[in-house]
């Protein structure tokens, strides 16, 4: 039965995206989100010179699409991890969803020497039931030097 409603949902969210090629959004500052005519729901748009660049998370079809998330200070991987799943954590609530809702995550180490600190921090923080994960060493780093960079597809609340 689960793996039907995974299905039924991603069939809906695919069909979604077919809808939506070729349209854009502009972000709403007062609100910090906004929805353009097909659904879609944005969070924290990202400008450049006041043209939207990115969003930290995106909303359609039932589903939460977070934006990679980083720690841009000093710090050891621990820290790092740990920063980075709060942070996607803050992006997921903003969107109506939580880190329990999570299907799948990437993540992208700057060392994969990193690999066992990073998972020791990593577990646990997505309930009983955790998330597919893909996990790969950058070649040059993480943009910002953070030592880990996260994003992760959710299921939204309904």
Do not use: W
Request: proline fraction near 3%.
């Amino acid at each position: 039965m689960k793996t039907q409603n995974r299905r039924s949902i991603f069939k809906k969210m695919f069909a979604g995206f077919l809808g939506i090629a070729g349209t854009s959004v502009a972000a709403n500052a007062a609100t910090n989100s906004s929805k353009d005519v097909h659904g879609k729901e944005v969070f924290n748009v990202t400008t450049d010179q006041d043209v939207p660049l990115f969003s930290g998370a995106t909303k359609f079809a039932g589903m939460v699409f977070v934006a990679g998330k980083g720690a841009h200070f000093e710090g050891e991987i621990k820290a790092h991890t740990d920063h980075v799943l709060k942070e996607l954590e803050k992006e997921l609530i903003a969107a109506g969803s939580s880190m329990e809702k999570v299907l799948k995550v990437n993540v992208y180490l700057a060392d994969l020497n990193d690999y066992k600190q990073m998972n020791e921090v990593f577990k646990g923080r997505f309930g009983a039931h955790p998330p597919v994960r893909t996990t790969v060493a950058t070649y040059g780093g993480v943009p910002g030097n953070s030592l880990v960079e996260m994003d992760c597809i959710a299921i939204a609340n309904s």
